[in-house]
Each structure stands twice: as structure tokens, then as C-alpha cells.
């Protein structure tokens, strides 16, 4: 087994964000999942996910993304401001990553599911 890692994860509601098309604004819905930290840590993360899903929500609103932002290297970016966003709402020891669910994002586990469900 992984040292110092955690497999458990928590997705969140999906969210509406605005991206600039040109002079217009067209909306994408996304989804975010968190990784949680090792550790005690699950119960402290599940109860900040509402006020982690706002904060985001309110960075991605405020970000003039445009759909470029969810491709290769921006995305990766993206994810990781999102995960600041969560850290700087939180602590650094409740989250270890921000993922941008897609297609290619693999089901999740069912303690993650039950986390989901339970968190959101």
C-alpha cells in the first residue's frame, strides 16, 4: 500500500462557470473531486466542502476562463488554483489535490461515493 497517501476522494456538485467566447459568455458545467489527505482527516473535509464548493465557485466566476483553460497544461493549472482555493478556505492536511472530472476519470470507489453523497 501507498505510505502517506490516501486514496478517498469527495466530488462535488457539479458547477456552472461562465467562459468568455469572444464578446459573448457561454456556460460549461464542470465537476471537481478533491483527494483527501491521510489521516484523520475525512470528517474535518467533509464538513468544509460547502464552503470549499462556494469559494470555488466564486474563483471560477471571477476567472475570465475561456475553454482553452480546460485543455493540457491550463488545465492542470486550473486544478491547481482550485486546490489553492480549498487550502487557503481550509489546511494544507485536509486535501492533496483537485481534479477536473472528465470522460477518461475513472469511477469512484465506494467509500468515495459514500463521502460524495454524504459531503455535498
Not at 41 to 63: D, F, G, N, Q
Request: with cysteine; hydrophobic share 40%; aromatic share 6%.
Amino acid at each position: 500500500e501507498k505510505v502517506g497517501y490516501s486514496e478517498d476522494k469527495i466530488r462535488l456538485k457539479r458547477m456552472m462557470v461562465p467562459i468568455a467566447a469572444g464578446g459573448a459568455t457561454s456556460y460549461e458545467v464542470i465537476t471537481v473531486q478533491l483527494a483527501l489527505a491521510p489521516g484523520e482527516t475525512a470528517r474535518p473535509a467533509c464538513w468544509m466542502v460547502p464552503i470549499i464548493h462556494e469559494k470555488m465557485l466564486m474563483y471560477l466566476a471571477s476567472s475570465h476562463l475561456e475553454r482553452a483553460d480546460f485543455q493540457g497544461q491550463r488545465r492542470e493549472l486550473l486544478a491547481k488554483n482550485l486546490l489553492n482555493v480549498a487550502v487557503k478556505a481550509t489546511d494544507r492536511s485536509y486535501y492533496t489535490g483537485v481534479e477536473l472530472v472528465d470522460e477518461t476519470t475513472p469511477p469512484l470507489e465506494d467509500k468515495s461515493k459514500t463521502l460524495s453523497l454524504q459531503c455535498s
